[in-house]
């Protein structure tokens, strides 16, 4: 069996266009993606956070376009580092792209995260992302579900739009054999916290019924936010809470977002914070239970609570921190993504070399291990 592949399960409404394999890393000049235009009209070529609408004076952004596969970046060796990857001209596409910008691990929109409609994927581009993955040895894969999706809420109709949405999120991850889907537990405006707990392990539970996700190697990620009111799991207690109340039912872990930690008000910035935070994170959630890292820098400062993103380096951050995460042998097992901002060519490729620069000079080479 393929060393990634797991039981694929039927899909709905299969799209009936074909589309060129991307490039081999064994073959390089064989059998080049086709430019994203030239795709047909599919579901993925809608609109999605991380595109830019073009006009005759936009710069192109579109990493395909810009990095030929032959010149493609290093690999980091004892890290998984990887950024939130654009699927503009289909799923399979975004290793592609992670590949040429030198990633070993990506992240994804399986579908729009702002709206409801669900996209389907055919079988051949779960193979093709199947194969891609095992050539350019891209894991995990992260798949981030929809904005949309309030599982902690009280609002009946939201509720039952959120369990289907999100169990749609974890077909699809089983579809193109993701490791992983990362979640924000949403708001618990108009009941209390210990409410918002229940409400989102009945919904997750309910969205992940028959699923079988030990099986298919599929764990859950709860994800720590920014501390805005009502939004539940913005403290690592939370966190714990959610994790240990579903570890009886679905494989769950957590993901940390270092832009959210920090406009949260913990300290990752001073080396003391550093070492305090990383404390309260593992006696609560444990730091072998966070299996992936947002890596961002912060527009705003520490305890603000205003989740913008900036720059690996030119935030309220800084380099050094990300230097200590990376090199904390605590943290060899996670993978570290980013979700920087792409506001000019080339941005997506600069913080992802942001990043392998902080590792160890030994850590560097030219394939992950």
């Not at 005759?56 to 990493?63: F, G, K, L, N, V």
């Not at 919904?203 to 009111?229: P, Q, Y």
Request: hydrophobic share 40%; proline share 6%; net charge neutral.
């Amino acid at each position: 069996m393929h060393p990634l592949r797991r039981e694929q399960p039927s899909l709905h409404r299969a799209h009936t266009h074909n589309l060129d394999a991307p490039l081999s890393r064994n073959r390089p000049s064989a059998t080049a993606l086709p430019r994203v235009a030239s795709f047909s009209r599919t579901p993925y070529n809608l609109l999605m956070p991380r595109a830019v609408k073009k006009s005759a004076t936009t710069p192109e952004r579109d990493i395909l376009k810009l990095i030929p596969a032959a010149e493609h970046r290093p690999q980091p060796s004892s890290r998984r580092i990887g950024i939130h990857t654009s699927t503009a001209g289909g799923v399979e596409t975004s290793a592609e792209r992670a590949w040429r910008l030198g990633c070993n691990t990506l992240q994804i929109f399986s579908s729009s995260p702002r709206m409801w409609r669900p996209y389907d994927i055919t079988p051949e581009q779960c193979e093709s992302m199947l194969r891609l993955r095992a050539d350019y040895d891209l894991k995990p894969l992260v798949i981030h579900a929809n904005y949309l999706i309030n599982v902690a809420g009280t609002d009946p109709e939201m509720l039952e739009k959120s369990v289907t949405a999100l169990r749609a999120e974890m077909e699809r991850a089983i579809s193109i054999h993701a490791e992983y889907v990362v979640l924000h537990p949403g708001s618990f405006r108009s009941c209390s916290r210990e409410q918002g707990i229940v409400n989102a392990c009945a919904a997750i539970t309910r969205a992940s019924d028959g699923l079988d996700m030990a099986g298919n190697g599929l764990t859950l990620l709860i994800e720590n936010t920014a501390g805005a009111e009502f939004s539940l799991g913005s403290s690592f207690e939370s966190v714990a809470e959610l994790i240990a109340a579903l570890a009886r039912i679905i494989p769950v872990a957590s993901c940390i977002d270092t832009c959210h930690t920090h406009v949260k008000g913990y300290d990752i910035v001073s080396d003391a914070g550093y070492a305090e935070t990383m404390r309260l994170l593992d006696s609560t959630v444990g730091l072998a239970n966070v299996r992936v890292w947002h890596c961002n820098d912060a527009k705003a400062a520490c305890g603000s609570k205003l989740d913008r993103h900036a720059h690996i380096g030119q935030g309220s951050i800084g380099l050094e921190p990300f230097r200590r995460l990376l090199n904390d042998p605590r943290h060899a097992h996670a993978a570290f993504i980013l979700e920087t901002p792409i506001d000019e060519p080339f941005d997506d490729l600069h913080n992802v070399d942001a990043l392998k620069a902080l590792i160890n000079k030994h850590d560097l080479g030219s394939g992950a291990a």
